[in-house]
């Protein structure tokens, strides 16, 4: 199928966007937005790597030292988080991978390597040994979340894969793969749709149930959660060729998620929504899934041909409905939802849909430099 758009123009379009918003963000970080702008944030919450990643993705491209500068001077308002221990939980991967790892990749700063470890460290801190799985939210041990693992954790574990090559340490891949294995045990239903999220009794370590958290119903299929399972086992895949269990999870994840698009494939952010639920898209999803499945096609190349069409369709949705091309946009993509059963941000921009729209375009342009799977020790 011929792509509706080039992703060369979209890519230097992106850019753009990125050079012209961080002179307006300042030491802000861009969360959701509808209308053109995004609403500003402190660095406070789980979004707040994505700004960073996108600015560092598009220094890689351009060598645009003063983009660089920029990005470091962010890097104390995420130490802070350490320090202060403001909304730590399992998401030190987002935060941490796109913003200190990829300062110390691309810039070589020391100092950076050695803060993206203590955060690496806290995640692994996370790790519950009954039942093998990174605890999603709340204090280690605490009585309602202690037991409880989420999708999104798979996205977080090349921050613990990187420090145990940075360090040799067994201890970091070992809870990765371990809470990867949870993740497709029981996450992950026989016909490779998944829950959002899965207890254990932590005091034994016995699974218990899956239940949701942003999708319509425990029993349904929260698209978001299906889009990071496909990317993070496909990263986990990148990172740990000899596992073949994390690109066969990845493979039904992918298969599911695009069996059960609507007619112009951009998910509804339910994709199994019960009726009379409002019927909002996620366009983050598809930026997300496609960066997934492009990954997939890297590390499965007998099925690769259909992870490209599987691509090409998220693309070309993704360009004919959701890019936004008004002139003063500050985004990339329209008809995000970020939390529909809270009313938090529906058909608005989601700064991790445009951080993945970015890193899509930098893929499909043969121009990537993986923030996520490192294969140099610096
Ligand atoms: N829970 C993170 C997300 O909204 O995807």
């Known amino acids: 199928m011929a792509r509706t758009q080039d992703p060369q123009h979209l890519l230097d379009t992106a850019m753009q966007r990125v050079q012209q918003n961080w002179r307006i963000y300042g030491s802000k970080f861009p969360n959701y937005g509808d209308g053109t702008r995004y609403a500003l944030k402190e660095n406070i919450n789980w979004v707040a790597g994505f700004w960073p990643g ?3 993705l598009t220094y890689a491209q351009t060598g645009d030292e ?12 995420f130490e802070r988080r350490l320090d202060e221990n403001i909304h730590i939980n399992h998401d030190l991967g987002f935060l941490f991978t796109l913003s200190a790892q990829a300062q110390h990749q691309l810039t070589g700063d020391e100092d950076a390597a050695a803060l993206a470890m ?4 806290v995640l692994l801190g996370r790790y519950r040994p009954k039942g093998r799985y990174i605890q999603a939210w709340g204090p280690i041990g605490e009585e309602a979340r202690g037991g409880q693992m989420i999708m999104d954790t798979m996205m977080n574990l090349p921050l613990l894969f990187w420090a145990g090559q940075r360090t040799g340490d067994s201890r970091y891949a070992t809870a990765a793969l371990d809470h990867a294995r949870a993740t497709a045990a029981h996450n992950m239903r026989p016909d490779g749709s998944t829950f959002h999220t899965f207890f254990f009794n932590q005091h034994t370590g016995e699974p218990m149930h899956g239940a949701t958290h942003q999708g319509a119903a425990d029993e349904s299929l929260w698209a978001r959660g299906q889009a990071w399972g496909i990317c993070g086992f496909a990263m986990a895949a990148q990172w740990c060729p000899d596992q073949p269990f994390l690109v066969e999870t990845a493979r039904k994840m992918a298969r599911r998620f695009m069996a059960e698009l609507p007619a112009d494939d951009v998910p509804l952010w339910d994709l199994w929504l019960p009726e009379g639920m409002p019927d909002y898209r996620d366009s983050s999803a598809a930026s997300i899934a496609l960066v997934g499945l492009l990954r997939l096609a890297q590390v499965d190349p007998e099925n690769a041909v259909e992870y490209k069409a599987y691509a090409t369709r998220l693309f070309d949705a993704l360009t004919t409905h959701c890019w936004d091309d008004r002139p ?6 329209l008809h995000g939802a970020s939390h529909v059963p809270k009313g938090q941000w529906m058909d608005a921009y989601m700064i991790y849909g445009d951080y993945f729209m970015l890193e899509a375009l930098t893929m499909l342009t043969d121009t990537h430099v993986d923030l996520w799977v490192s294969t140099v020790i610096r």
Not at 118 to 121: F, T
Not at 328 to 333: E, H, I, N, T
Request: aromatic letters at 8%; zero cysteines; glycine letters at 8%.
């Open 66 to 77: 003063e983009l660089a500068g920029y990005a470091a001077a962010l890097l104390p308002s």
């Open 54 to 56: 996108m600015v560092w």
């Open 118 to 121: 203590r955060a690496a460290a």
């Open 328 to 333: 003063d946009a500050q985004g990339l993509l």
